[in-house]
């Protein structure tokens, strides 16, 4: 069955560091790959998405991932981050052929100063 | 109103009662989603809706009836809930129901008592 893990729950990284969140899926056909971003009493907003072609894709905000299909992952990377990406990131898959989005827990981004 | 309105924004019933959610957008899609995201847990697909037809009932409890009467409204009926039900209750919409980007709303928070 198809799954998307995000490891961490929680993520504390100062001002202007780099951060790196972890998405791995698991699916034996192909895939859709997505980043969502919550902020606080709002609803998700896409950060990118992965759906064919070149594996490094960049979204908003300075957010980039990086699809990797032997590891069947799809991280999320941001090279300095402010305090304003303190937010709930999530992955999420869809499988080719159908409409079954499947998210991951998320992970909290807390952006210290 | 732009993008995707949700009313009410926050709803307490009791478990005989009988409520519906109410989702609006003003985007001119053509597909509608309802999700249930509930702490600690991932976000959970519930039922998508193309051009007013049901395509997806992620084997959702059938005292959840989900109504589209159009393509710019969606309802969620709520009869004789649990309060494991509680939970946020967020409505999407896309251009079509594959892999396009979901705009969401800011969720129903829902108690159930």
């Known amino acids: 069955a198809q799954s998307v893990t995000q490891l961490d729950s929680q993520v504390p990284v100062f001002e202007e560091a780099p951060v790196e969140l972890r998405c791995n899926y698991s699916s034996s056909v192909s895939v859709y790959l997505f980043w969502y971003v919550q902020y606080p009493n709002q609803g998700l907003q896409l950060l990118l998405k992965?759906?064919?072609?070149?594996?490094l894709v960049k979204g908003i905000n300075g957010f980039e991932a990086e699809f990797n299909k032997s590891q069947t992952s799809f991280h999320l990377r941001k090279p300095s981050v402010h305090i304003s990406d303190t937010a709930e990131y999530f992955c999420a898959a869809l499988t080719s052929g159908t409409y079954k989005y499947i998210f991951g827990t998320g992970t909290r981004l807390k952006v210290l100063a | 109103e732009t993008g995707v309105t949700q009313t009410p924004r926050h709803l307490v019933m009791g478990m005989t009662n009988k409520k519906s959610l109410k989702c609006e957008q003003h985007?001119?899609?053509?597909?509608m989603y309802w999700y249930k995201q509930s702490a600690k847990k991932p976000l959970e697909l519930m039922f998508v809706?193309?051009?007013?037809?049901?395509?997806e009932n992620n084997s959702v409890p059938s005292r959840f009836s989900p109504e589209c009467p159009n393509s710019s409204h969606l309802f969620l009926h709520l009869h004789t809930l649990q309060p494991e039900d509680s939970a946020l209750y967020l409505c999407?919409?896309?251009?079509?129901?594959?892999?396009?980007?979901?705009?969401f709303g800011p969720g129903t928070r829902l108690t159930v008592t």
């Open positions: 999407a919409s896309s251009q079509g129901p594959g892999a396009y980007e979901q705009y």
């Open positions: 992965y759906l064919s072609g070149s594996t």
């Open positions: 985007l001119g899609h053509n597909a």
């Open positions: 809706y193309s051009l007013e037809e049901r395509v």
